[in-house]
């Protein structure tokens, strides 16, 4: 995978990410890119730590690594997130992060997903609106 290039948008920075897995993983991550930026016209995109997809709004909502056998996507404050569908299936053990694995040939419940996506959107902006009424008190 090539290093992401100085000045480039982090939009372009995950289309080089994507172009680069060319098999089913490229796939999947371009769909759960697409559904992600269609749920809230103000999310970010970024590339960090050597090529790692990151979507964020006031704050990082979640990641999108590409390993061999799973597109893991990890959300950084998914324990604080309800999941009625139960879609988080990895990370479950602590107490701040979720992650949704999605192996080869599976289908993401995609209004599940943009649920979790609005409410990891609700969550961070909560928590910055809080973090700023203490720094006026």
């Known amino acids: 995978m090539s290093d992401a290039v100085e000045g480039q948008s982090g939009s372009a920075q995950i289309d080089d990410v994507i172009r680069n897995l060319a098999d089913w993983r490229a796939e999947t991550?371009?769909?759960?890119?697409?559904?992600?930026?269609?749920?809230?016209?103000?999310?970010?995109?970024?590339?960090?730590?050597?090529?790692?997809?990151?979507?964020?709004?006031?704050?990082?909502?979640?990641?999108?690594?590409?390993?061999?056998?799973?597109?893991?996507?990890t959300f950084a404050k998914g324990a604080s997130l309800l999941d009625p569908t139960q879609l988080f299936n990895s990370s479950l053990e602590g107490n701040v992060r979720r992650a949704i694995d999605i192996r080869q040939n599976e289908e993401l419940n995609a209004t599940a997903f943009q649920d979790l996506i609005r409410a990891a959107v609700k969550l961070n902006i909560e928590s910055s609106q809080a973090k700023k009424k203490k720094k006026v008190s």
């Open 29 to 73: 991550l371009s769909k759960v890119r697409a559904l992600i930026l269609e749920t809230d016209s103000e999310i970010t995109e970024a590339v960090k730590w050597r090529g790692v997809p990151v979507w964020e709004r006031n704050g990082i909502l979640c990641t999108g690594e590409s390993y061999k056998a799973v597109v893991k996507l």
